[in-house]
């Protein structure tokens, strides 16, 4: 491949408004667009650095730190991957949407790659003051598959316990969406009678029963152009599934009260904590809906599933509903924080939280605020059987940084196994022990 073609190619990816950098196989950057300058170099060098080291700071390959690599998938598959990964960039590390696609000779073989990147906008791996936050590997996971189906009409059902977030997931995937300029309508099918949900979603004609003054319009109509969020669909009783379907299978609708079709034009999200699956089989959910609705799960993982996140939220939460500015929890407090068992997940955790910074006079939220009215003070047990053990009290960090030691001198103690015994991935344990010892 000529330098007269790269400098062709990199004319091409200039003119393009997402940021994108050429990589030959052995993982450096030949070259990269106005755009990733722009975004992703903090006015430094690129050309000539490896595109690990630039992008997470490994002195190791992706796939060598416990990250899937695209550039690796794409070589051995000979195809465009895709992949998300946490990026390095001037304002921190990011959430980034990453595409290679391999580039081909004249004969056939590949010589470059380019590698496009799309800063993910709807979730944060830092503490942010609303939307999405999170870095776990259950939390990644379900970010990709967000990404994955926000651009399309597919109906989407987000399975998991109360209180993990869903209608934000949903918001999320409205707002990756073709249709973010449209409306967001959220409707809790909890507690509906049929008069209401027919009124509520489809609307009436003035006169259509008594006091209907007016034309109301319908969350349906409401929705168009936008999506329609049915939060708690395992709660709507039978006879108002047999509704909902057909307004899914027709794509039309017509007001109480009313003589005329309308159609709709709306993109379905559907949230519940229920086993849709099992009501499916007791015959307490139509079979035909469920399939209708249930195109592209995502499960929104429990607390206890991204416990590694829970420091992250709590400093988010804390900004998000104290009454005061810039205040801090104590390491005791966040340690205490992380040891809990959430069963009404963030939402139980936000609620302490609030709870603790009405109680907090000080700078610091600190672990008698939150344990004053708490409704249980469940200890770490990390004392047995001869296992890890402290004679004191240390901060969080200090915390973590011994323990992995112990962790790491264990037998048997490979990447791969120490990341699975800890319930993160092994990018975040590799990251952990770089800023600890140095590896293990």
């Avoid at 609303?130 to 651009?151: D, H, T, W, Y």
């Amino acid at each position: 491949m000529t330098s007269h073609f790269l400098s062709e190619l990199l004319s091409f990816l200039d003119g393009l408004p997402e940021p994108r950098i050429v990589m030959n196989a052995d993982y450096r950057i030949v070259a990269a667009n106005a755009a990733y300058l722009r975004e992703f170099s903090g006015g430094k060098p690129i050309a000539g650095r490896m595109c690990y080291e630039v992008s997470h700071h490994f002195d190791v390959p992706c796939d060598q730190a416990g990250e899937s690599c695209p550039l690796r998938q794409s070589m051995e598959s000979g195809t465009p991957q895709r992949v998300l990964h946490l990026h390095h960039t001037p304002r921190g590390e990011e959430h980034v949407d990453v595409e290679t696609t391999p580039i081909r000779d004249d004969q056939g073989q590949i010589v470059y790659f380019v590698e496009t990147m799309r800063i993910v906008r709807q979730a944060s791996s830092r503490p942010a003051a609303q939307g999405l936050v999170g870095r776990s590997p259950a939390f990644i996971g379900m970010l990709e598959k967000v990404l994955r189906v926000a651009n399309s009409n597919a109906a989407v059902l987000l399975l998991g316990e109360t209180g993990t977030g869903k209608e934000l997931v949903a918001h999320a995937i409205h707002e990756a969406s073709a249709r973010e300029e449209g409306p967001f309508v959220a409707v809790d099918c909890a507690g509906m009678t049929e008069t209401l949900f027919e009124s509520e979603l489809f609307g009436y004609e003035k006169g259509a029963f008594t006091g209907a003054n007016h034309r109301k319009q319908g969350l349906v109509e409401a929705a168009s152009g936008g999506t329609l969020f049915l939060d708690e669909i395992g709660e709507l009783p039978i006879t108002l599934q047999v509704k909902l379907l057909r307004l899914l299978e027709t794509g039309t609708y017509r007001r109480v009260g009313g003589l005329d079709w309308l159609p709709a034009d709306f993109r379905l999200i559907c949230a519940t904590h229920r086993d849709l699956r099992a009501m499916v089989q007791a015959e307490t959910f139509r079979r035909d809906l469920y399939f209708r609705i249930n195109t592209f799960p995502i499960h929104t993982p429990a607390l206890h599933e991204r416990a590694e996140d829970i420091p992250l939220l709590a400093i988010s939460l804390l900004e998000r509903v104290d009454r005061k500015t810039h205040r801090q929890f104590s390491p005791a407090a966040l340690t205490w924080l992380s040891s809990r068992r959430y069963s009404g997940n963030i939402r139980e955790l936000r609620n302490l939280i609030e709870r603790a910074t009405l109680l907090a006079d000080g700078a610091t939220v600190d672990l008698k605020n939150l344990t004053e009215m708490a409704d249980d003070i469940p200890a770490i047990e990390i004392n047995a059987s001869g296992a890890f053990q402290l004679a004191e009290v240390v901060d969080l960090a200090t915390l973590e940084k011994r323990y992995l030691d112990w962790v790491k001198n264990q037998p048997g103690a490979d990447l791969a196994t120490m990341a699975g015994q800890l319930g993160v991935s092994q990018r975040t344990l590799y990251r952990k022990l770089q800023d600890g010892r140095g590896g293990c």
